[in-house]
């Protein structure tokens, strides 16, 4: 025991020499995922890090010269460095192997414009928007390399296309102005004049609001005699222009030049309504004096003036009344009026002219007071009533005007007494109903507005305002019911859209202050009824479809959102509800389809990026439920390039690498979520994991105990590793030692083999083919108890639902020991003793098949191994059964059980006592318990119950027999396991 002592303390510092010696080198011998390379130096270079992201990227290419994306990165650095040929060699690498590679396209597209390589810049800009054909950025790439190459006519054509495809966009719609203008001062200068008159009319309509454009098309036309074209040009440009003053002038001048001086005053006139410009008011004045020179000479008005001033006759005194009247000159108008009043007396016509002037003039009071003076003085005049019922309504509009609605009622009432005029009567009530309403008198409100349905039940104001009232008084149910009534009983269909209109304008509030209230039930009763009443409101459909959802009525939420869809189908809400609606039955494939090409018109509309990367998400974790992390990496890559900080879906990422078994990226992506204060802990553990799982290097320790049952003796086997992983091989190295306490002669031994010192050196070589198949070769030597040499090969598979196979073969020199006696006559009359062991060797061969599924934190496997020992067959069958109940991936509760007529493959190996032909047993116990990243733990409790057979020999030394003592054994076994991960 003190050499087995000895030499494990010996055997401990060689594998912590071993582990400090991987320790130091493990930065430059290290080998990581191309992911990991892409991601640090994308990061670096980001960071404006460039030589130490190419450090890392020339040991990235050096290992894996073919990967696109670091191709890809190399040339972006000799881009920047501007040694084009290199960064051109290293793109089209990228490019070759990823022909939608969009990132280093660009760059060819960039080092090929700065070579002036030109063809070459379009090719690769023509792939790209095969790609993605409406990316605007390409399109303005292309037109910028055309003109660059010479190419002018197939750049203005690609740009007028441009247009066609983003008719709305203004920087667009701005280089396509600028590139027309250029064409048209050059066409100017050459002296084309019909080609610039053409380019002019495009710009006009291209460029509406540009006042110099009209003016400079209305001179061209002018010029080439098109008058009446110039004429319309210019109106034209007023339209579009109201506040022109250059424009409209320009027309009025033109339309002076032909003396159509009337239709140019009128023109003028009409517009200094809303243009309170100086310069148009002088230019009127002008163009008003001039026309006056033109026609004074043949005005009679001017003639009959003449004509009273000498003779002062009726006739010319009745022709400068009525005309000065009907011409509106008021001053003339009241001097001939004074002069006809002075000969003839008051008359009700020339009152009545009179208040007309006085009207005219905006003599508000003089004018009242006239007309109230004519009533008086003819009170069956139904003309005079009304026209004094209307200016007592045109009195009360002003007080309503300036919110004196109290001052208007008695003018109002007037209006409604005295007129006989329905229309003036029925404007009269109507205001009268108003002025109640803002003064909320709604009771009398409510009397006019009966009283006007009694006389005037045609009046299709009438339910709407009744239900205003309603609403205004906190009545909103009989509001509504009165609409509903309205609705129902109407046979005016005209009418049918004002009442469904009056309807949402208060049935909205009502809704709203429901879901406030939380009478969400109600709520979407009262949306449902809105939508029965009007189907296409944009705020029913949201209510109906947020209560819907709000109360788990799926089907009406999936009803609604089809309708709301049907009717604004281009509407970014009802565009995300309806991914909602494919989201709750977990068709994200078909609620991402809808979503992504929205995002090219929207992609910073928050709610529309939420959805997109919701779906995405669940939709990249139901792909890693079906075992397609590939894909589901391609998903939340898409997603992350609109929400690129987007902490769920860098986990779901990070959750496909660990599906893949590429757990350095898995950590890299997954630390960045933020987990919650109950899932902090747990998450924490999963990461260390990760991280531990990541690690490129292992050492562990092992420590093998078994004792008999029925017998104080203690079987040992102490084992060192060192495992070194890169992207896709594992290497193994092992050493195993086992002392054995035995008798060498005398004496009568119990035990099965020889004392003495056994060393094994074990090595191993896994290989991963792809995502799904793998292979091993084992190799091992030993100088005594364990088997003398060991060759073993192994293919596995992994499947996509889980389950994993492998197919295995071993071949084993193994050795078995026999005692040998001798006669010792040294006492009494002599017998036989145990002389020492004779050991042979034998050719073990197995085969076996190995299975395994694992359902979610638990693994179950098994397998069955057949061997053959001197020609005949052996079988043993093992299972096992793992349960996780930490997220860190290591830590477990092992269960396991063999039987068979040889023995398990560990006993075997591990030196450890056992047998073949008979019936063999085993179950264990144990787990695994992981205490941080670096250091995990295990310990294995194990019963074996196998079939013994000792010789002896009994006799005389002439006449002896061969004895062979058979039993059953117990052996229990436990192992202690250290595992250093770094």
Known sequence: MRKFGCLLIGLICFVSIVGVYAFNIIEKDDVHTPDYYESNVRSMFGREQWEAGKQLLDEGLSIYPDVNGLNELCGRYHYRKKDYDTARYFLVRAVRDNPENVEAKQLLIKVEDETRNYSSAICYVNELLEINPYWQGLWRKKIELYRKQGNVEEADRLLRRLRQIYPNDSTVQRDYVYRLEESYQERRKSGDKEKAVALLRDLVEVS????????????????????????????????????????????????????????????????????????LVRFYNLLLAEAANAARMNDPYVLYGKVY???????????????????????????????????????????????????????????????????????????????????????????????????????????????????????????????????????????????????????????????????????????????????????????????????????????????????????????????????????????????????????????????????????????????????????????????????????????????????????????????????????????????????????????????????????????????????????????????????RNEISLEYLQGRYGEEDVITSVASASYIRKNAYNLFTGRINYAGRDGSTSGGDPEDQVSGGVGLQLQGGWEHRFSRKWAGTLTAAWANKYFPKITVGLQAAYEADNGLSLDIHAMYRRISTYSKTFRWDDSYGEGGWVFNGWDRSNHNLFSAGLGLSKVWNQILVGGKADAYLLSSRFYVNASAQLKYYPLEDGRTN?????????????????????????????????????????????????????????????????????????????NLYNVYLQLFIHF
């Open 893 to 969: 509760i092992t269960v396991t059980g063999a039987v068979g007529t040889a023995p398990e493959a560990d006993m075997i190996d591990y030196a450890m006592p056992s047998s073949f032909d008979r019936l063999n047993t085993m179950v264990g116990l144990g787990g695994t318990y992981m205490f941080n990243s670096h250091l995990s733990g295990g310990v294995m409790g194990t019963w074996h119950t196998f079939y013994t057979q000792l010789n002896n020999r009994t006799g005389t030394r002439t006449k002896y027999v061969e004895n062979i003592d058979t039993r059953y054994k």
């Open 309 to 695: 001033e000498t003779s002062k006759s009726d006739e010319a005194l009745d022709y400068m009344l009525n005309t000065a009247v009907t011409r509106g000159y008021n001053d003339d108008a009241l001097y001939y009026l004074a002069e006809a009043k002075r000969r003839r007396g008051e008359q009700t016509s020339l009152l009545y002219k009179e208040y007309l002037v006085y009207k005219r003039m905006g003599n508000t009071a003089k004018a009242y007071t006239l007309l109230s003076n004519l009533v008086k003085m003819n009170p069956e005049d139904a003309d005079l009533a009304d026209e004094f019922a209307r200016n007592q309504l045109q009195q009360a509009s002003e007080l309503v005007s300036d919110g004196f609605y109290a001052e208007a009622l008695p003018y109002l009432k007037g209006a409604v007494r005295g007129g006989y005029d329905d229309e003036t009567k029925l404007a009269a009530l109507d205001k009268t109903y108003a002025c109640y309403y803002e003064l909320r008198r709604y009771d009398d409100a409510l009397a006019v507005l009966d009283s006007i349905h009694e006389e005037y039940p045609d009046y299709g104001g009438y339910f709407v305002k009744k239900a205003d009232v309603f609403s205004r008084r906190g009545q909103t149910s009989e509001a509504l019911d009165v609409l509903n009534l309205a609705m129902s009983d109407t046979v005016q269909t005209e009418l049918y859209p004002m009442y469904a209109a009056a309807y949402e304008e208060i049935a909205i509030p009502y809704i709203k202050e429901l879901i406030e209230r939380g009478a969400s039930g109600r709520a979407f009763g009262e949306s449902v009824h809105l939508l029965e009443v009007n189907p296409s409101s944009y705020e029913g459909l949201q209510y109906a479809i947020g209560m819907s959802d709000r109360l788990d009525r799926h089907e009406d939420y999936d009803a609604y959102v089809s309708q709301a869809r049907s009717i604004y189908p281009e509407d970014i809400d009802f565009i995300v509800k309806q991914a909602a609606s494919y989201s709750r039955t977990e068709d994200y494939r078909r609620a991402v389809d809808l979503l992504r090409p929205q995002l090219d018109d929207y992609p910073d509309n928050d709610g529309l990026v939420g959805a997109f990367a919701e779906n995405s998400e669940l939709m990249a974790l139901q792909l890693i439920k079906e075992h397609e992390p590939d894909s589901a990496i391609a998903v939340a890559d898409t997603a992350l390039l609109f929400d690129e900080n987007n902490e769920s879906l860098l986990l779901a990422k990070g959750t496909a690498y660990e599906a893949m078994h590429r757990y350095d990226s898995a950590y890299f992506y997954q630390r960045k979520y933020k987990p919650g204060i109950e899932e902090a802990e747990s998450f924490k553990r999963h990461i260390d994991g990760l991280l531990s799982r990541s690690y």
């Open 208 to 279: 509406p609001q540009n006042e110099g454009y009209y003016l400079d098309l209305v001179n061209l036309l002018l010029q080439q005699g098109n008058t009446e074209e110039a004429i319309q040009t210019a109106g034209v440009g007023v339209s579009r222009i109201p506040r022109s003053s250059a424009l409209i002038i320009k027309k009025a001048s033109i339309l002076a030049e032909e003396a159509r001086y009337q239709e140019a005053m009128a023109f003028v006139k009409s517009r200094m309504r809303t243009n309170r410009d100086g310069h």
